[in-house]
């Protein structure tokens, strides 16, 4: 079974810190992943992708893939309470393909 | 450009009915998914469509089936509705294979 495991939190951040969320998959032929908000009661918005190992800056956001350990992050700097929602990982299962495996998702609470 | 577009977004139906959902693609995406999100369960794939072929089934009973349309447009049928299918649908579309997926707002459905 290929799998995205994330921890479901919450996390909780003082407003202004650097919040740090983890994922790990089992498939090692997975090459593409990807972070997604998603606010209660909405669907997922696509945040960050990430295709090589390294890191990759969008604003506030950073992902991190290391394909040798099959671990993915996500840092924001400067939370923002706005930033307070549940935080999905996904890859894909295989090649060739759009299905997406998703994590269950990392529920990060940004405090005043 | 428009999103992805879901119809409808609420949706109250009887044990043992059946239901269909809608949804439009981003104009030139010709690859379309459905995932099924809950509380206990995250979001699960449902299907995966392609120039109106199936290329990826999840493992869902056989009461779940869709099919895509020419224009890319998807629908999805559930027939002899249960409980525990009460869920948020969500559609994605994707530019191609292997990259990201762009989700529309969802379809609640209940079932009661």
Not at chain 1, 10 to 34: K, M
Not at chain 1, 56 to 75: H, M, P
Not at chain 2, 53 to 72: D, E, M, V
Request: proline share 4%.
């Amino acid at each position: 079974q290929k799998e995205v495991e994330q921890n479901s939190g919450p996390l909780s951040v003082p407003e202004g810190a650097i919040a740090s969320l983890n994922c790990t998959y089992s498939d090692r032929g997975s090459q593409s992943f990807f972070w997604y908000r998603q606010y209660s009661g909405k669907s997922p918005e696509l945040i960050m992708s990430i295709y090589s190992n390294g890191d990759k800056e969008d604003g506030r956001f950073t992902a991190q893939l290391n394909k040798a350990s099959q671990y993915v992050s996500l840092l924001i700097r400067d939370s923002q309470p706005s930033d307070s929602a549940t935080y999905l990982c996904a890859g894909h299962g295989s090649s060739n393909t759009g299905k997406l495996i998703f994590g269950q998702g990392t529920t990060l609470q940004v405090k005043p | 450009k428009a999103g992805v577009t879901q119809t409808p977004r609420y949706l109250i139906k009887t044990r043992g009915q059946q239901v269909t959902l809608s949804c439009s693609p981003i104009s030139g995406h010709r690859s379309v998914s459905w995932y099924q999100q809950t509380p206990g369960q995250g979001l699960q794939f449902l299907f995966e469509y392609f120039s109106e072929t199936q290329r990826n089934k999840g493992n869902f009973p056989g009461r779940f089936s869709g099919r895509q349309f020419s224009n890319s447009r998807s629908e999805m049928n559930v027939s002899t509705l249960e409980l525990g299918d009460s869920a948020l649908y969500l559609c994605a579309s994707h530019p191609a294979f292997e990259t990201e997926a762009f989700f529309g707002q969802g379809t609640r459905l209940t079932v009661v």
